[in-house]
C-alpha cells in the first residue's frame, strides 16, 4: 500500500491581522471568511502562497532531509489553473509548471508535483499561485504531501514552564489540542508549575496528552530542565522540545517540527524563530551570535551583547523571504521555541542552573560544540512572543552579568581585560546617572560570580531572587508616567552629537561625574536629560538629578548621592582588583564544575525532586 504522508499544511491565518503572512490575492470580489477558512474567488482572481508561512523552503529539506519528490495535495471547488513558482534571492522568478483543473471537487482532491533538486544552489523557495477560471470558485485546503516512508519514528516531549501565567498557558495547550492532525503524532506535553497554581482539571486534557509537574520556583532554566527530567528519564522520547507560555503559537509549527525530524538525514537541533508580537510581521530574530553586536551592519565582539540575526526583517517583501535560501552562521537559539535530540542529551547534559537568563546561550554554545549534531533554523518553523525590551527590569542585570561572566569562563570566548573594561564601563554608566539601584544590582552580580561555583550550586534560587528583586528597588529612583510631565526625547538624542572639552571630562572622571564636589558647588535647580546609556554620563555633571530615559523601563528620575556613589566606587575597584588577582582560579572552577552542574545527578538533588508529586494520568 502506498505511503502519503503529510510533510506541512497551506495555513490560513488565525487572526486578519497577519494574513500577509500566509495568503495573498488580488481580491477585488473575493471573500476569505475566517469562520469556515474558505476561499471563495471571482473569475480571473489570484491567490498566492507567496508568503513567509506558506512558501516551501526547498533548501534546507535538500540539505537536511531524504525528502526530494513531494506533492501539492488541493482542495478545489470549480475551476483553477495552477502555477508553481521559485524564488532566489535578487533573481527574477521562476515559472516552473503551470496546470489547468477544471471542474474540481473538493472530495476529489488534486495534485501537484514538487521535485527538490539533487544541488542545494539550484534550490530556492516554492509556492503555489492559484488564478480562478471561474466566478465562485473556492479554495478549501491544502497539503504538502509525499509517498516515501518515513525514515525516523519521533515521539516529542513538548517542555513549558510558567509562573502564575495560567491563561497564556491554557491557550497554548488549546491550540495544541485542537490540532487533530498533531494530535496524532506521538507527542506528550509536560507543564512545569513553578507558581503552583494549576490543577490539573482546568487543562482540559481529553486526550491524555499533558503532565503537569508543581515546582518551586527555580526560574526559567529550573522549570525547563525539570521537565527535561521528567521526560528524559522516561526513555520514551526521541526529541524534546522547550517552549515558552507566553507565546502566540501556530499548532502548524510543531507539526513541521516533527516531518522535518521524521525525515532528517542526520541528528538536527532547530532553533524556533521569534516574530515580534507586536509588530507581528516583522522577524525578531532567526537564531542569535554570543559576545557580538552589530555595528554598522558588521559583527563586532562585545562580551555583554549579543546579536540577532535577521532582526526586524519585514516578512510581508516576498524578497526577503529568498534570504531564508541562505544559512548564517550563529550560536545559539532562545527557549521560547528550541527543539533537540535524545542523544544530545546524552551526550551534552542538561542546562545550567542560572535561574533566567543565558541559560539558553550556554546551552547552545554546548550543542553548536558538539559535532554530532547540527545547529539549524528552519524558515517557517516561529512563534510570536512579545520583543524583551518590554519585559526587562532593573533585577535581571544581576542575572545577565553573572550568567554571562559563567558562561565565558565554561567557553572561554572573551579574555578578562576585555571583559571587565565593558563591565566597569557599564556600571559606571550607571553610577554616574545616579542609578545606584542598577550600580548596585551589577557588582552583586560580580561579587556572587567570584564566589565561585559553589555558591551557585548552595543557594536557594527563590530566596536569593527574592533578595535581588528587593535590592533593585532599594534606592531612590521615581518614575515619571507620560502625564505627569513631556520630555522631548529629540533633546535627549541630541546629546549624543555634543563635543565636550578634554578638561570636562577629565574633571568629570576625577570627581566621578561630581560625587566628588561639595553639593553647593553643584546645580539643583535643573535635570538632566539624558538617554539611560554608559555613553550620556557627561551631561549629568554638574547636576544633583537627572531624568534618564530607558527603552525598557521608561522616565526616571535620580538624584545624586555622594556618599553612596563613593562607597559603591570603592566597594567597585576591590573587587576588580580581586577578581584580576583571581581570574584564572575562578575560571578554572567554573569550568571544571561544568559537567558537574550539567547532570541528572546534581539537578535532582538541586530540585529536591523527592519533595513534588507529579499531577497527570501515566501509567
Request: aromatic residues 16%; proline residues 3%; glycine residues 4%.
Amino acid at each position: 500500500m502506498m505511503n502519503i504522508n503529510i510533510i506541512s499544511r497551506l495555513r490560513f491565518p488565525k487572526s486578519p491581522d497577519i494574513i500577509g503572512l500566509y495568503i495573498k490575492w488580488n481580491n477585488t470580489n473575493s471573500d476569505f471568511t475566517f469562520s469556515n477558512q474558505i476561499i471563495t474567488v471571482s473569475l480571473g482572481d489570484t491567490i498566492s502562497f507567496n508568503t513567509y508561512f506558506n512558501s516551501f523552503y526547498e533548501y534546507f529539506y535538500q540539505k537536511y532531509t531524504i525528502l526530494r519528490e513531494l506533492y501539492y495535495r488541493l482542495y478545489l471547488n470549480g475551476s483553477f489553473q495552477v502555477r508553481v513558482y521559485r524564488e532566489k534571492y535578487c533573481q527574477p522568478r521562476e515559472l516552473i509548471e503551470t496546470y489547468e483543473f477544471l471542474n474540481c471537487n473538493a472530495l476529489e482532491p488534486v495534485q501537484v508535483p514538487i521535485v527538490v533538486p539533487a544541488e542545494s544552489a539550484q534550490c530556492g523557495r516554492i509556492y503555489l499561485e492559484l488564478t480562478s477560471l471561474r466566478n465562485g470558485s473556492q479554495f478549501k485546503s491544502g497539503d504538502l504531501i509525499t509517498n516515501l516512508a518515513k525514515r525516523n519514528e519521533v515521539s516529542l516531549a513538548v517542555i513549558t514552564c510558567t509562573y502564575k501565567k495560567e491563561k497564556y498557558v491554557q491557550t497554548t495547550i488549546n491550540t495544541i489540542l485542537k490540532d487533530e492532525l498533531l494530535i496524532d503524532k506521538s507527542l506528550k506535553i509536560f507543564i512545569v508549575d513553578n507558581g503552583r497554581t494549576l490543577t490539573y482539571q482546568e487543562l482540559n486534557d481529553e486526550k491524555d496528552l499533558i503532565c503537569l509537574i508543581p515546582n518551586k520556583n527555580f526560574g526559567g532554566s529550573g522549570g525547563f530542565t525539570r521537565g527535561l527530567i521528567e521526560s528524559y528519564t522516561k526513555n520514551l522520547y526521541s526529541h524534546f522540545l522547550f517552549m515558552d507560555d507566553d507565546i502566540s503559537l501556530e499548532s502548524e509549527v510543531i507539526y513541521r517540527l516533527i516531518s522535518v525530524y521524521e525525515y532528517a538525514q542526520d541528528d538536527l537541533t532547530i532553533a524556533g524563530s521569534m516574530l515580534d508580537l507586536t509588530r507581528p510581521f516583522l522577524l525578531y530574530e532567526s537564531g542569535a551570535k554570543y559576545g557580538y553586536r552589530f555595528e554598522n551592519s558588521k559583527l563586532v565582539k562585545d562580551p555583554l551583547y549579543v546579536a540577532s540575526i535577521k532582526q526586524d526583517l519585514y516578512l510581508q517583501d516576498s524578497n526577503n523571504l529568498n534570504l531564508f535560501a541562505v544559512e548564517e552562521d550563529f550560536d545559539y537559539g532562545g527557549f521560547w521555541f528550541f527543539s533537540f535530540s535524545q542523544n544530545t542529551v546524552s551526550s551534552i547534559g542538561l542546562p545550567m542552573p542560572f535561574f533566567i537568563k543565558v541559560d539558553d546561550m550556554e546551552f547552545g554554545l554546548r550543542i553548536k560544540n558538539y559535532n554530532k549534531t547540527s545547529l539549524i533554523t528552519f524558515p517557517s518553523i516561529s512563534i510570536w512572543h512579545d520583543p524583551f525590551h518590554l519585559k526587562r527590569i532593573i533585577w535581571d542585570n544581576y542575572y545577565y552579568t553573572r550568567n554571562t561572566l559563567v558562561c565565558n569562563s565554561i567557553h572561554k570566548y572573551h579574555n578578562s581585560l576585555l571583559i571587565l573594561k565593558r563591565l566597569t564601563q557599564k556600571f559606571l554608566g550607571k553610577l554616574f546617572l545616579f542609578d545606584y539601584n542598577s550600580s548596585e544590582i551589577i557588582l552583586r552580580a560580580l561579587e556572587d560570580y567570584n564566589k565561585g561555583s559553589s555558591y551557585l550550586a548552595n543557594q536557594d534560587p527563590e530566596s536569593l531572587h527574592s533578595e535581588i528583586i528587593s535590592k533593585s528597588k532599594y534606592y531612590f529612583n521615581e518614575f515619571i508616567t507620560p502625564e505627569e510631565k513631556i520630555y522631548d526625547l529629540n533633546k535627549m538624542n541630541f546629546a549624543v552629537t555634543k563635543k565636550y572639552s578634554i578638561l570636562k571630562k577629565f574633571i568629570a572622571l576625577v570627581t566621578l561625574n561630581g560625587h566628588l564636589i561639595p553639593q553647593f558647588f553643584l546645580d539643583d535647580k535643573n535635570e538632566a536629560l539624558v538617554i539611560d546609556e554608559p555613553s550620556f554620563w557627561l551631561k549629568v555633571f554638574g547636576k544633583t538629578q537627572a531624568i534618564a530615559y530607558n527603552k525598557n523601563l521608561g522616565l526616571y528620575k535620580y538624584k545624586i548621592n555622594h556618599r553612596l556613589g563613593i562607597f559603591l566606587f570603592i566597594k567597585w575597584i576591590v573587587t576588580i582588583i580581586k577578581i584580576l588577582f583571581l581570574w584564572n582560579t575562578i575560571n578554572q572552577d567554573w569550568s571544571e564544575s561544568h559537567a558537574k552542574l550539567t547532570s541528572i545527578k546534581f539537578w535532582r538533588e538541586y530540585l529536591a525532586l523527592d519533595n513534588f508529586v507529579t499531577e497527570n494520568n501515566e501509567d
